[in-house]
């Protein structure tokens, strides 16, 4: 398992470092009954460039298990999948960019308002799952059929029967394509082949959020209670928030920089003997200073 996730490390850097910018799972929730939702990071480098890159979307599948993590009947495959709609909304997406996509029948009351602009300013995205911007198909994966049909998509068909979450066992996924390898997955009970990020056990009235910077690490995931530890459009903790604000200064709850500054002006002669001092507070530590005389 551990030299699995250490693979994974270095091939989710690489995919990083080879397409600059990529969606990760950054909260899974069972919700309340059938309240589920899933919440998207777009990731890339800390970066202070303005604009921030952006990541295309267009083509990219969502779903739970599709047999890579578990196969036959009992392992949470429900039928068919959703992806992003091959349309100019999803071609640059800023990195730091939240999106929460949810249970269109059964709405989970802690998900915000619906959110479909990319001009308001605030980061994210909260889309129910049949809406236009993604379409689905209900054909395959199945238990019987783990391949994923080049056509059949339909813009609007999505419905969150296609991507359906068992307590007892399952993962939700991510895919570059429909013939892509899944690159990031949440999994949890039975679903304990091949996993990225794996919690043992049920997964009933639970969420799962990475409250660190990196979602290929284990040890920066947390098991939280439905209801108290959800919190769907919005950073999962303090460190989340600062990786957030790191690849998008737009993004993220960390406040901005403040720096305080005072000077001794240097005595008379030329002994040079003035004194500057400089302390920062806020935005993302550590810091670095930049001196010239």
Same mark, same amino acid.
């Given at each position: 398992?551990? =030299?699995?996730?250490?693979?994974?490390?270095?091939?989710? *850097?690489?995919?990083?470092?080879?397409? %600059?910018?990529?969606?990760? /799972?950054?909260?899974?929730?069972?919700?309340?009954?059938?309240?589920?939702?899933v919440e998207f990071i777009v990731a890339g480098t800390p970066t202070c460039q303005t604009p921030v890159p952006c990541a295309d979307l267009r083509g990219v599948v969502i779903?739970?298990?599709?047999?890579?993590?578990? =196969?036959?009947?009992?392992?949470g495959?429900?039928?068919? *999948?959703?992806?992003?709609?091959?349309? %100019?909304?999803?071609?640059? /997406?800023?990195q730091g960019t939240m999106i929460v996509i949810y249970n269109e029948s059964d709405r989970n009351t802690a998900i915000p308002p619906d959110d479909l602009s990319m001009t308001d300013g605030n980061c994210r995205l909260i889309i129910p799952i049949n809406?236009?911007?993604l379409e689905g198909q209900s054909t395959s994966p199945t238990s019987a059929n783990t391949t994923y049909p080049a056509t059949g998509w339909n813009a609007g068909a999505g419905s969150w029967s296609q991507v359906a979450m068992a307590n007892g066992g399952d993962s939700f996924l991510i895919k570059q394509n429909t013939g892509s390898a899944a690159y990031h997955a949440v999994s949890w009970g039975n679903n304990s082949?091949?996993?990225?990020?794996?919690?043992?056990?049920?997964?009933?009235?639970?969420?799962f959020?990475?409250?660190g910077n990196n979602p290929a690490a284990q040890s920066n995931w947390t098991s939280g209670t439905v209801g108290v530890d959800e919190t769907p459009g919005a950073?999962?903790?303090?460190?989340?928030?600062?990786?957030?604000?790191?690849?998008?200064?737009?993004?993220?709850?960390?406040?901005?920089?403040?720096?305080?500054?005072?000077?001794?002006?240097?005595g008379c002669g030329a002994s040079c003997s003035g004194t500057a001092t400089a302390t920062a507070s806020g935005g993302t530590a550590p810091y670095t200073y930049s001196w010239s005389n």
């Amino acid at each position: 398992m551990r =030299s699995l996730r250490l693979l994974f490390c270095f091939l989710f *850097a690489g995919m990083l470092q080879a397409n %600059a910018q990529i969606l990760v /799972i950054n909260e899974v929730s069972q919700g309340s009954g059938t309240q589920e939702y899933v919440e998207f990071i777009v990731a890339g480098t800390p970066t202070c460039q303005t604009p921030v890159p952006c990541a295309d979307l267009r083509g990219v599948v969502i779903d739970d298990n599709n047999g890579t993590f578990a =196969s036959g009947s009992g392992t949470g495959i429900a039928a068919g *999948a959703v992806r992003f709609v091959n349309v %100019a909304f999803w071609s640059c /997406i800023p990195q730091g960019t939240m999106i929460v996509i949810y249970n269109e029948s059964d709405r989970n009351t802690a998900i915000p308002p619906d959110d479909l602009s990319m001009t308001d300013g605030n980061c994210r995205l909260i889309i129910p799952i049949n809406s236009n911007l993604l379409e689905g198909q209900s054909t395959s994966p199945t238990s019987a059929n783990t391949t994923y049909p080049a056509t059949g998509w339909n813009a609007g068909a999505g419905s969150w029967s296609q991507v359906a979450m068992a307590n007892g066992g399952d993962s939700f996924l991510i895919k570059q394509n429909t013939g892509s390898a899944a690159y990031h997955a949440v999994s949890w009970g039975n679903n304990s082949n091949n996993t990225i990020i794996y919690f043992a056990g049920s997964a009933s009235a639970k969420v799962f959020s990475l409250t660190g910077n990196n979602p290929a690490a284990q040890s920066n995931w947390t098991s939280g209670t439905v209801g108290v530890d959800e919190t769907p459009g919005a950073a999962n903790s303090t460190a989340n928030s600062a990786w957030i604000a790191s690849m998008n200064p737009q993004c993220g709850i960390t406040t901005g920089v403040q720096v305080t500054a005072s000077a001794t002006p240097t005595g008379c002669g030329a002994s040079c003997s003035g004194t500057a001092t400089a302390t920062a507070s806020g935005g993302t530590a550590p810091y670095t200073y930049s001196w010239s005389n």
